[in-house]
């Protein structure tokens, strides 16, 4: 395989609390190993339009503690087609950049897949979102930081409902996906948490309802899956109005706060350790894998598989919801 001098590294999608702890790491790691390191500021955006710029080790000092991305980001249309990811190739021919790292979530790891076999380029992807949506890693850089951010929010809130004896809708992100909304609910000790994974399968506030949650409590939390498939806390209240009316309920949408902030320690050790493998995985002729943490060790997850929307949910923490919330 050609070998590698240069490396381009970008953050893409939405941004995640851990990021900068990332590309701080595959830069060092990458100089370390003797590579020359290119910062590629928004995304694929900048990468079309030639944002770059020479990364040393000083152009990471101070950021391992910063929430956000210092290369900023985008949602990027034109490189979902062929003619913008020709264009971002032409650009990297020219820095002569010969491999990328690329640090987002599910649809920034497609179009990583989608490029990287059209022009046979070598890839890393590192899991940087907080939805912990991407399959092959037990969680994704950033995915702590939101959960104790929405504990953190779930406490205060809960101190005006118990105060107003009301039932509450408390909606988190996570796009499809539960991770956010069922750990939240545990670590927060709400009474339940409604999750797109089994929104199909049983109307989680019927049987919540019906199982009289409010047995013992005059207020009540209950945590919500952004999705379209939970109806949202919006969609919920308003169910709970028509038809289980008697119930002082409220709503609360925590929103983008959910994104920022300093990533917790266990954020940043994830994002140093994967950003590190990254720069290992490309020395040793690896390609177009995302890297996964499981059970403590470093493993390479084919972008195939990460993105595959399969990772499931544990449905021993939802049992363990239940008996906890009595
Ligand atoms: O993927 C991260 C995420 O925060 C999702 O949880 C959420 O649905 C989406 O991004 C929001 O995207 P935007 O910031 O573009 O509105």
Not at 230 to 241: D, S
Request: charged content about 20%; some cysteine.
């Amino acid at each position: 395989m050609a070998e590698i001098k240069t490396i381009g590294i970008l953050t893409s999608g939405g941004d995640a609390p851990g990021m900068n702890a990332a590309i701080r790491a595959v830069t060092r790691s990458a100089i370390y190993s003797g590579l020359n390191v290119k910062g590629i500021y928004r995304g694929y955006r900048g990468l079309i339009a030639d944002e770059i710029v020479d990364f040393h080790t000083q152009n990471v000092s101070n950021i391992i503690q910063m929430g956000g991305t210092i290369l900023k980001t985008a949602r990027c249309k034109e490189f979902q087609t062929p003619e913008g990811r020709q264009l971002a190739y032409d650009v990297m021919q020219r820095h002569k950049i010969d491999a990328l790292v690329v640090i987002g979530g599910d649809g920034s790891l497609t179009g990583a897949r989608i490029f990287a076999n059209e022009f046979n380029f070598p890839i890393i992807g590192l899991p940087g979102t907080i939805d912990n949506d991407l399959y092959g890693t037990d969680s994704t850089i950033g995915y702590d930081t939101a959960l104790n951010t929405i504990m953190q929010c779930v406490d205060k809130i809960r101190d005006t409902a118990t105060s107003h004896e009301r039932l509450f809708f408390i909606e988190v992100m996570g796009r499809d996906a539960g991770f956010l909304a069922l750990n939240g609910a545990i670590a927060s000790g709400a009474e339940a948490a409604i999750i797109p994974e089994i929104s199909t399968q049983v109307d989680q506030l019927a049987e919540l309802i019906q199982n009289g949650f409010r047995k013992s409590k005059n207020s009540s939390i209950v945590l919500v899956a952004e999705s379209p498939v939970t109806g949202g806390a919006m969609g919920l209240a308003e169910r709970v109005k028509n038809e289980y009316p008697g119930y002082d309920v409220r709503v609360s949408i925590l929103g983008h706060l959910q994104r920022g902030g300093s990533p917790t320690a266990y954020d940043r050790i994830l994002a140093s350790r994967m950003g590190a493998a990254a720069i290992d995985a490309l020395m040793d002729d690896q390609r177009n894998v995302m890297i996964g943490i499981k059970n403590d060790e470093i493993v390479y997850v084919p972008f195939t598989r990460a993105i595959k929307k399969e990772k499931p949910i544990n449905r021993d923490l939802l049992e363990t919801l239940r008996r906890l919330s009595i």
